[in-house]
């Protein structure tokens, strides 16, 4: 086991891992921009770092900076967290090859295979998981997609190789807007991911968005740990997750499950990851998915994500230990069948946004009331406390607010109980939102769709 780890990485994720570091014995270094200087990740750690100013590629992302502070730590190894580097394979390789410094995720190699999204679906292909229909290989004239478009018929998704999260995708809708779209999605992919290249995939009007969490350690052992449901999104922001999914049944969890270790084998992957389905309910039925709906692979995420806690609400495993005992070499010591789900869990992202003005993040201000919420079931992650000034240099999201309960409707009422107790006064907040979430029948009926929210929000505009 390590005897100091780094955490290269600020706000609530930070002293997430650094509180896993607790549990096991491990020390904690923290880093730090000029902006962050009073933070809560700061304080928690039992030394902390200046890695450079607030701007983000000077500090989090100067590889250099980083790798520095843990040799003047004497870090025996580095824990990214999200965001940031956690999924930058060039900087996992520094770390692999420094000496002395073990880099907490999957490895460089397996984070580049996965991150390229043709090459990905070829190995799930592989694996037997089901991909959604296109092509493995990218294409360049408009022609190939008027072929595609022939054989698997309209609408047409074309997806940027190196794209992700919100970014990268258009939707043909008839052959004619092919050559359009088709320069487009080119362009864009060279603007955002520097990669021009492009695939195709049949897209699917209204799919859930459905992802499981894998852990895979060194030696061979892969485990699923059941899957979130993170259909409730609006422009492509996650706002809401939770676990299980009301939509799959219990065969369909088996397959998806099962499908997903398959992959991840396949890829040689280890640590934690997460891998993505879009799941389509077989044509013109209404409620939860039946025994036909069909799952599509869509992408995997190499790191750790910002709603892993509703896996480890559900399960009772501790997620970021599990990826540093992965990485000090120790062996997975549970069977799949040992992994047991219980409960329904919903995690919300406490944003410092103005809801009522789309999503804006707030520009300043200072936590003049920090009353966090408690109780049985509630679980708050955050490094906040009265006083704090908002940081506003990095993402909007300052704390998660986890509810564990012990169906999906007792789950809903003591987040409501949650929500109505959690007290920020200084700065705006997403929590009315969530409150009025809560009271929106298609999110308590479950049959919401990735599209829901931007549909709704658009309406109300
Ligand atoms: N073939 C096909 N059909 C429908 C899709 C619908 C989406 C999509 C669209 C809008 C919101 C989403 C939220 C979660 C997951 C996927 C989506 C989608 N995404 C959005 C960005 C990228 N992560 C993949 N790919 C799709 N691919
Ligand atoms: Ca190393």
Known sequence: MFRKVLVANRGEIAVRVMRACEELNVGTVAIYSDADKNAGHVRYADEAYNVGPARAADSYLDHEAVIEAA???????????????????????????????????????????????????KIMDEADVPIVPGTTDPVTEPEEVKEFGEEYGYPIAIKAEGGGGGRGMKVVRSEAEVEDQLESAKREGEAYFDNDSVYLERYLENPRHIEVQIVADEHGNVRHLGERDCSLQRRH????????????????????????????????????????????????????????????????????????????????????????????????DFEQDDVGFDGHAIEFRINAENAAEEFA???????????????????????????????????????????????????????????????IEGIPTIIPFHRLMLTDEEFVESTHTTKYLDEEMDQSR
């Open 361 to 423: 993040p707030a520009t300043g201000g200072q936590l003049e009331t920090y009353d966090p919420p408690g109780g049985i079931g509630v679980r708050l992650d955050d490094a906040l406390r009265q006083g704090d000034e908002l940081v506003t240099d990095y993402d909007s999201m300052i704390a998660k607010l986890i509810v564990w309960g012990e169906d999906r409707d007792e789950c809903i009422e003591r987040s409501l109980r949650a929500l109505r107790e959690y007290d």
């Open 71 to 121: 040799r003047k730590a004497d870090a025996d190894a580095i824990h990214p967290g999200y965001g940031f580097l956690a999924e930058n394979a060039e900087f996992a390789s520094k770390v692999e090859d420094a000496e002395g410094i073990t880099w907490i995720g999957p490895s460089a190699e397996a984070m580049e295979s996965l991150g390229e999204k043709t090459k990905a679906r």
């Open 237 to 332: 922001q996650k706002v809401i997750e939770e676990g299980p999914s009301a939509a799959l049944t219990d065969d369909l969890r088996e397959q998806i499950g099962e499908a997903a270790r398959r992959g991840v084998a396949a890829a040689d992957y280890t640590n934690a990851g997460t891998v993505e389905f879009l799941v389509e309910e077989e044509p013109g039925r209404d409620g939860p998915l039946g025994p036909d709906a069909n799952f599509y692979f869509l992408e995997v995420n190499t790191r750790i994500q910002v709603e892993h806690t509703v896996t480890e609400e559900i399960t009772g495993y501790d997620i970021v230990k599990r990826q540093i005992r992965i990485a000090a070499g120790e062996e997975i």
